[in-house]
């Protein structure tokens, strides 16, 4: 089984640090409700147990120890349920985790912008004559500029951006075989928005070797969230420090 591992470094930017935060968050609600549900189901078990102790009917060696051993060894009512609805339950996750990644970079553009936001020379910003009549000030102006890029981002996929951050010198920090498995996260995110997790001609033509056929659910374990975590977390923290590094951007302390 694929282990979490989300290391949360000590400082790194503002959108590193909205990024962590909005992870932990989405990880202790996962495990809130499954340990919520062991305790529900554990509950009555060991009342129920005890009582039969005392009237000689089992003995200590019979009895769970803790609510993770009753849920492998007898899974009671509840975590029954959640294992039938563990897809669904993944899939609000994982979603979630793939668009906090994305925000993520659509946020660390921003920041670079506003230091370095001659790295739009270049890439012809598009304003308005509308927006260039209000402006009254040519940091304003600037301003104006780089939130029309980064809303123009943000409704781009991850290629696209990815694209873009390579031909600005943005230090996305993603090797050939990441940027494989992001746009395959991503792929499963946008069925599980857009087609309830059912495979569809998109989603294979960027995972053209699926073993998962056109039509067919695409199966969620957590696994396949952990792993997601895991990369993104890792991408995160490694962009970071170089964006840091390369535009000495402002570093912020983390929340332990």
Avoid at 18 to 29: N, R
Avoid at 137 to 146: F, G, Q, R, Y
């Amino acid at each position: 089984m694929t282990e979490l591992q989300v290391n949360k470094p000590k400082s790194g930017t503002k959108s590193g640090a909205m990024y962590f935060d909005s992870t932990i968050k989405d990880l202790e609600f996962f495990f809130f409700i499954i340990n919520t549900v062991m305790v529900i189901d554990y509950i009555p078990y060991h009342a129920k147990k005890t009582l039969e102790l005392v009237d000689g009917l089992v003995t200590e060696q019979e009895i769970a120890k803790s609510p993770e051993e009753l849920m492998q060894t007898s899974p009671g009512n509840h975590i029954k349920k959640l294992r039938r609805h563990s897809q669904e339950f993944i899939e609000m996750i994982y979603s979630r985790q793939v668009d906090n990644f994305q925000t993520y970079i659509v946020n660390l553009v921003r920041e670079i912008l506003k230091v370095q936001p001659n790295i739009l020379h270049n890439n012809h910003p598009h304003i308005s004559i509308a927006q260039l009549l209000e402006v009254e000030s040519k940091d304003e102006l600037i301003t104006e500029v780089i939130e029309n890029k980064v809303s123009s981002l943000a409704n781009k996929g991850f290629t696209n951006i990815d694209k873009w951050c390579k031909k600005s010198g943005i230090p996305l920090t993603v090797d050939r075989e990441l940027n494989i498995k992001l746009k395959e996260f991503i792929a499963i995110r946008n069925i599980i928005v857009h087609n309830r997790c059912i495979v569809d001609e998109k989603y294979l033509r960027v995972i053209p070797h699926s073993k998962y056929e056109k039509g067919s659910l695409r199966k969620l374990k957590v696994n396949d969230l952990y792993d997601a975590v895991n990369i993104f977390s890792e991408v995160v923290k490694q962009t970071d420090k170089n964006s840091i590094e390369k535009y000495s951007l402002e570093v912020f302390e983390f929340n332990k």
